[in-house]
């Protein structure tokens, strides 16, 4: 039986392309994700449309329809949709998901937050595909968050297929713009970035923690299903901090 050890939901974007790759390369033997697909209008990433997104019960929908597949928790895959209205609108999408779902929930942005703060960050250098409106709000939600953040900088894509093309490469070259000697932490933010396997590199020459947006959101998961262990390989947040302060 698949997902005999558990059972990981993730609403996603119809147009994210790499959440769920990314996702089931981190996972043990055992463990299953099962996506539920959510539009983003027009595919753009820009706030309006982000925020245009959750204004009905669309999330709710997708949360309910997760349940047919007996999964233990699920989780909004999508972090600029979860920082989008700023501090505190993250739990709303959470609450939103467990009324709907009847399970314990969690989205990308609520899951970064806590990776972060799993590998000691206090400062971070942050890395996205976002146009500078995106950044901005992005740059309150880490600081409100209790972070600080050295440098933040984006590629500009303004729409979900674009992010979707880039890779690993970019996100090293990025990463080595941004990267600053008074950030302990270095964040990948998207999950339709395809960089996992750039993480290992990544920690390798720049000699700090790297956390994305798709690590954070596995890492939460599997802490929900309480389940300690990943696939090897993917950087410290996975191999080092999944069993330290494992949900209870």
Known sequence: MYGE????GLITLATDTSVLPEYQRAMPAGVAVYPAPILLPRGEVTPEALAEMLADDN???????????GVGTIGFACTSGSFIHGIGWDRVLVERIERAAGVPATTTATAVVEALRAVGART??????YTDDLNLVERKFLEGSGFAVATIAGLGCATDPEIGRLGPRDALRLVAEVDHPEADAIF???????CLEAVPGLEARF??????SNLAGAWAGLRSIHVAEAAPGHGVLLDRYLSLGAAA
Do not use: D, F, Q
């Not at 971070?124 to 595909?129: D, Q």
């Not at 000699?207 to 994305?212: A, D, S």
């Open 59 to 69: 999330l709710e929908r997708a949360a309910s329809m997760l349940t047919w597949a």
């Open 188 to 194: 990948v933010s998207c999950t339709n970035w395809h």
């Open 5 to 8: 050890r558990g059972r990981i």
């Open 124 to 129: 971070v250098a942050v890395a996205t595909p």
């Open 207 to 212: 000699g700090k923690p790297v956390v994305t």
